[in-house]
């Protein structure tokens, strides 16, 4: 079994900065892609970032130029660095990650951390 443990939400005002964590632990062989997902109150989850093995990024076009996704392979550990935070950035952000056990890719999602900008 492999748990994913998000860390660093919490409030900040307009402009701020928060860093996101998310941990992988359990039994596996190793991690593909790795990214991070939002959900507003009332809408659909939606992509923030991702990275790859090989630390190919990808971004939404409503995050590029303001978030960096980063991570740590010998920690099994991605962050999300969020820089001139905005209100509409208010969501619960979710951790995801493909692991690789046994030969086969499993899907896994944290729990979510609450992220809230006040304006």
């Known amino acids: 079994q492999v748990q994913l443990v998000e860390s660093g939400g919490g409030l900040v005002q307009a402009g701020g900065s928060l860093r996101l964590s998310c941990a992988a632990s359990g039994s596996f062989f190793s991690i593909n892609a790795m990214g991070w997902y939002r959900q507003a109150p009332g809408k659909q989850r939606e992509l923030v970032a991702t990275?790859?093995?090989?630390?190919?990024?990808n971004y939404a076009d409503s995050v590029k130029g303001r978030f960096t996704i980063s991570r740590d392979n010998a920690k099994n550990t991605v962050y999300l660095q969020m820089n001139s935070l905005k209100p509409e950035d208010t969501a619960v952000y979710f951790c995801?990650?493909?692991?690789?056990?046994?030969?086969?890719?499993?899907?896994?999602w944290g729990q979510g951390t609450q992220v809230t900008v006040s304006s």
């Open positions: 995801n990650a493909d692991v690789v056990a046994s030969k086969i890719v499993y899907d896994y």
């Open positions: 990275i790859t093995s090989g630390d190919d990024t």
